[in-house]
């Protein structure tokens, strides 16, 4: 019985733990960049990430768009806080994933080029796909989510 109430205690431990490191990888918290303005924003959006051994959904996702990067974050269960799952830079500087930046803030944060966009038709509706860069987490995953926007990012990004 006593190895039952360590694990549980450890359990809680990492959680608290986990809860302190990314306390501030929340959308009202991240830092705006210098010059950056929001272009569009799509809420309750259903964010898949493919790809991997499982996939990843972010239900009830803030999509936004802004002039130098896209943002994707979820919403908590209780409460009106959106936790950052997403931030990918376009300025196409590097084709990798940044582990450490990954690691240390709780979110993937990476560097995407135009051509790693795609928007595709389906049973579904319109459908905005976007390769994550490459990293020992990451290897071969895209996201995925339907979009009724398809008009803004095409012209942002084809």
């Known amino acids: 019985m006593a190895v039952e109430y360590i694990i549980i205690l450890v359990f809680i431990l990492v959680m608290i733990i986990l809860s302190f490191l990314y306390r501030n990888s929340t ?25 991997g051994p499982r996939t990843a959904v972010f239900y009830n996702s803030i999509v936004r768009v802004t002039n130098m990067r896209i943002i994707i974050a979820q919403k908590v269960l209780l409460g009106n806080t959106h936790v950052l799952r997403h931030v990918m830079n376009y300025s196409g500087f590097s084709s990798e994933t940044d582990l450490k930046k990954t690691l240390a803030r709780g979110y993937v944060v990476s560097d995407i080029f135009k051509s790693d966009m795609k928007i595709t038709k389906n049973s579904e509706g319109e459908m905005i796909r976007i390769s994550i860069p ?23 990004f084809m």
Request: no cysteine; net charge negative.
């Open 27 to 51: 959308l009202k918290k991240l830092v705006t960049l210098q010059g950056e303005e929001i272009i569009f924003e799509e809420t309750k959006v259903k964010v898949e990430q493919k790809g």
């Open 134 to 156: 490459n990293s020992s987490l990451t290897r071969g995953q895209y996201i995925e989510f339907r979009t009724s926007m398809s008009d803004e990012y095409e012209r942002l």
